[in-house]
């Protein structure tokens, strides 16, 4: 297979499901550096369900209060201010 041209091998390997890749990969030097090169054109692993686990302990919720602060501005930030 190594004398086909390279669209005619990813033509080959997109038949292939992300297992047989995957073997191939480990088989072979050549094909895990061309299954790479081409890995977003060819088979990916399918999940079916994703879980975020959330443990609560390590987070804290406050509420923030809004505050008046007395910036200088100076008259270059002022000019932009007021551009926007």
Not at 21 to 43: D, H, P, R, T, V
Not at 48 to 53: A, G, K, P, S
Not at 73 to 83: R, T
Request: hydrophobic share 35%; no cysteine.
């Amino acid at each position: 297979m190594y004398f086909l041209p390279p669209e005619v091998q990813l033509d080959i390997f997109k038949y292939l499901d992300f297992n047989q890749l995957i073997s191939i990969q480990q088989a072979n030097g050549y094909y895990k550096n061309f299954i790479y090169e081409f890995e977003n054109q060819l088979a990916r692993k399918e999940f079916d369900v994703i879980r975020l686990l959330y443990d609560n302990k390590d987070h804290y919720t406050f509420k923030l209060e809004p505050k008046f602060y007395e910036f200088q501005l100076s008259e270059q930030l002022e000019k932009s201010g007021k551009l926007v």
